[in-house]
């Protein structure tokens, strides 16, 4: 299974993004400054933006999901119950899940932005795709609801996920680690052995890269594990 | 400073909560009230019972200044220039005193090169520039920022995190669930269920948010405001 970009450009009101690269299965993270064209790549990836040129190839790819940033942009219906059957689920199981058993009956947008972005991500992860494209999916979640979804993402990786996010301290296990930078996808390769030569760095990893020599991964139990090591 | 008493308001239920000057994050699970707390402290909701005042006044007499997880939702205008004038001129401002206050302002934000710029075309921390940069031009006694850090990569938040301190601001009420954020204010308020649960400084929540049972204390160490701390001294 495996997606491959080949030659792709996008340009549009003076931005112009270029991406060539093959995701394989296994847990990416695609990262990048704000602007540098990680949400059009995630279009593109999930098939939402049609590039002007430049070619997109699915190997044994049968479904996939794009998760946008907005969870709003994902309502279908109009109560809590009628939405998880949109998605084909049990709304119980759902429920659970996200922490909002007895919401059911509730308008859909009496939730909180959190509590539809877990409702959404519930529905998303319970669902099985060959191809999952997360456009910031910790953005607006608290501490609980972020390990929650990386725990289930850390187990999962017979699949192509690509993570598109900013947060740094609550990633699954990263297999492969993407960046964007001014509108161009860069390669930085396989984790952990591309960690050192990550020059884009954030300011987490340059610290615990500097004095940390073992840090193993970009997962949340790498980085505490990496910072007990150095404090103690 | 910034009191509250009696307060009842949607969900929130607060006996007496009082915020000293500064930058104050308040953090807490999703639904516990970090929105209409601060929904209540600027006036856009009323409570249903008590009082807050903001010094002397209440919060409808004060100017605030208002940043939202995705700021262009609440922009009204087309061009940047016109977004961060808008205030000043729904206000019925001289023009000349409008053009002075927006030059003398994005001058600092070094937001001049993008004034006639469509809003739609700006990246998504310049989107957040032009609507801190229209929030400041009042010179609020608020500046209040419901999750603005959200979206942001850490590089751009050191930018705004910057001009906010230089803005001379009395109250920066910030909402957020980053560690790092956390580790950077002033005072921590803790929220959950729509009541306080903690205040103080960020080492004093910090420690106090480990007593008893947590179920995620394997993370202790990557909310440490000490490593954020270490981590920023590093890398300055």
């Not at chain 1, 098939?47 to 999901?65: A, N, Q, Y």
């Amino acid at each position: 299974m495996q997606l491959t970009l080949e030659q792709i450009q996008v340009n549009r009101e003076g931005f112009s993004l270029q991406a060539s690269g093959t995701f394989r299965q296994g847990v990416h993270l695609l990262t990048g400054r704000v602007g540098s064209g990680k949400s059009t790549l995630g279009e593109i990836l999930g098939s939402v933006l049609e590039p002007e040129s430049g070619m997109v190839t699915k190997e044994g790819i049968r479904t996939s999901v794009l998760s946008m940033q907005f969870p709003e942009y994902h309502i279908t219906t109009t109560t809590v119950k009628e939405e998880i059957l949109s998605w084909g689920h049990d709304p119980d199981l759902v429920l659970k899940t996200a922490g909002l058993s007895g919401r059911e009956p509730d308008d859909i947008l009496t939730l909180s932005r959190g509590e539809l972005k877990r409702l959404h991500l519930a529905c998303l992860l319970l669902g099985r795709y060959d191809l999952m494209i997360l456009d910031e999916p910790f953005a607006g979640l608290d501490e609980e609801a972020r390990y929650w979804i990386s725990s289930h993402l850390s187990d999962d990786h017979d699949r192509i996920i690509i993570i598109i996010s900013h947060d740094i301290t609550t990633l699954p296990r990263i297999d492969h680690l993407w960046e964007m930078q001014d509108g161009v996808l860069l390669d930085i390769g396989e984790i952990p052995g591309s960690l050192h030569s990550w020059k884009t760095a954030p300011h987490l990893i340059r610290y615990l890269l500097k004095n940390d020599s073992d840090l193993s991964g970009l997962s949340w139990k790498d980085l505490a594990e990496a910072v007990c090591r150095i404090h103690g | 400073m910034i009191s509250l008493n009696s307060i009842r308001c949607g969900c929130l239920s607060i006996p007496h909560l009082s915020i000293e000057p500064g930058l104050v994050a308040i953090t807490g699970p999703n639904g516990s009230g970090k929105t209409t707390l601060l929904e209540a402290i600027a006036g856009i909701q009323l409570p249903a019972q008590g009082s807050i005042l903001i010094n002397t006044i209440r919060p409808r007499e004060a100017t605030i200044g208002w940043v939202g997880e995705f700021p262009d939702l609440n922009m009204t205008f087309t061009r940047v220039i016109d977004e961060i004038a808008s205030t000043l001129r729904f206000s019925h401002q001289p023009c000349r005193m409008i053009d002075e206050s927006v030059h003398e302002l994005t001058t600092t934000l070094n937001l001049e090169p993008l004034l006639d710029r469509p809003v739609r075309t700006l990246s998504g921390g310049e989107k957040v520039l032009t609507a801190l940069a229209a929030a400041l031009i009042t010179k609020p006694d608020i500046l209040i920022l419901d999750e603005t850090d959200s979206h942001l990569d850490a590089s751009t938040l050191r930018s705004i995190d910057a001009i906010i301190r230089d803005a001379n601001v009395p109250h920066v009420l910030f909402a957020t669930h980053r560690p790092d954020r956390v580790a950077s204010a002033d005072r921590v308020i803790v929220m959950r269920g729509g009541e306080i649960l903690r205040e103080g400084n960020p080492d004093e929540v910090f420690m106090k948010s480990f007593h008893g049972s947590d179920h995620l204390s394997p993370l202790r160490s990557l909310r440490d405001p000490a490593l954020w701390r270490a981590v920023h001294a590093t890398d300055s």
